[in-house]
């Protein structure tokens, strides 16, 4: 069918609840939440079809047309700025990107500013509108390690209930910006399928709490 809706969803905890909202919304594909190795799933009903990708992959598979619409954190989003319309906030994986550092830290204005991270252009962005000079430690997961090895001084990472931050001693700096899941739509796609994808999003907007 080549009107099917194609649906990029983020592999993972927050993909599971958004997905949960369009099962809500009664748009579901059945056996997506099944646990094996199938990658797509089809609702032939409604011509929807759901795909699982890495969170970092949903704006490609988007902006790129291979899905119509998708749902990426708002991490993501501006980190990797694609050229994509954001339809709505899905008000899940309410968290936020924050500068944090060990308890005894102090800020030598004087020195280049160590900054570990997963997110390298947000970090970026947040210090060059400080005029701070930074060094960017890119890593890929337990960002908070570094601060504790003397590998960066600050961190640039995703909080959300503040756990991992207090149990490693670790406390919040600043807030560099407010996080959630976000709908996103093909640019393209919104002109020639734009009748069912605002049905997906008013649907989605009324299980939205
Ligand atoms: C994220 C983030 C923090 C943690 C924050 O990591 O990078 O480490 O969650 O959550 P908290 O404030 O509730 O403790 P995630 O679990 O997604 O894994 P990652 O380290 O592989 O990114």
Redesign the pocket.
């Given at each position: 069918m080549s009107d099917v809706l194609n649906i990029a969803l983020p592999k993972g905890r927050l993909g599971e609840r958004v997905y949960g909202l369009f099962e809500r919304a009664g748009f579901g594909c059945p056996g997506a939440l099944d646990k094996g190795r199938k990658l797509i799933f089809e609702n032939e009903a409604l011509g929807l079809r759901c795909f699982w990708v890495k969170p970092s992959d949903v704006p490609i598979y988007v902006e790129r047309g291979a899905a119509d619409i998708g749902a990426a954190g708002r991490d993501i989003l501006l980190e990797y700025g694609p050229d994509v319309y954001e339809l709505l906030d899905l008000r899940t994986g309410v968290?936020r990107m924050a500068v944090a550092a060990l308890e005894d830290f102090r800020d030598n204005p004087e020195r280049t500013l160590r900054v570990a991270t997963?997110f390298p252009n947000i970090a970026q962005g947040y210090y060059a509108g400080r005029g701070r000079d930074i060094d960017i430690i890119p890593l890929?997961?337990?960002?908070?390690l570094a601060p504790i090895l003397g590998l960066s001084d600050v961190i640039v990472?995703?909080?959300?209930?503040?756990?991992?931050?207090r149990e490693n001693r670790l406390h919040v700096l600043d807030t560099v910006a407010d996080l959630s899941a976000r709908l996103i739509a093909n640019k393209a796609g919104l002109k020639f399928k734009g009748g069912r994808i605002h049905e997906v999003m008013r649907g989605l907007e009324a299980e939205i709490k």
């Amino acid at each position: 069918m080549s009107d099917v809706l194609n649906i990029a969803l983020p592999k993972g905890r927050l993909g599971e609840r958004v997905y949960g909202l369009f099962e809500r919304a009664g748009f579901g594909c059945p056996g997506a939440l099944d646990k094996g190795r199938k990658l797509i799933f089809e609702n032939e009903a409604l011509g929807l079809r759901c795909f699982w990708v890495k969170p970092s992959d949903v704006p490609i598979y988007v902006e790129r047309g291979a899905a119509d619409i998708g749902a990426a954190g708002r991490d993501i989003l501006l980190e990797y700025g694609p050229d994509v319309y954001e339809l709505l906030d899905l008000r899940t994986g309410v968290c936020r990107m924050a500068v944090a550092a060990l308890e005894d830290f102090r800020d030598n204005p004087e020195r280049t500013l160590r900054v570990a991270t997963e997110f390298p252009n947000i970090a970026q962005g947040y210090y060059a509108g400080r005029g701070r000079d930074i060094d960017i430690i890119p890593l890929r997961g337990s960002i908070e390690l570094a601060p504790i090895l003397g590998l960066s001084d600050v961190i640039v990472d995703i909080v959300e209930t503040g756990t991992t931050l207090r149990e490693n001693r670790l406390h919040v700096l600043d807030t560099v910006a407010d996080l959630s899941a976000r709908l996103i739509a093909n640019k393209a796609g919104l002109k020639f399928k734009g009748g069912r994808i605002h049905e997906v999003m008013r649907g989605l907007e009324a299980e939205i709490k």
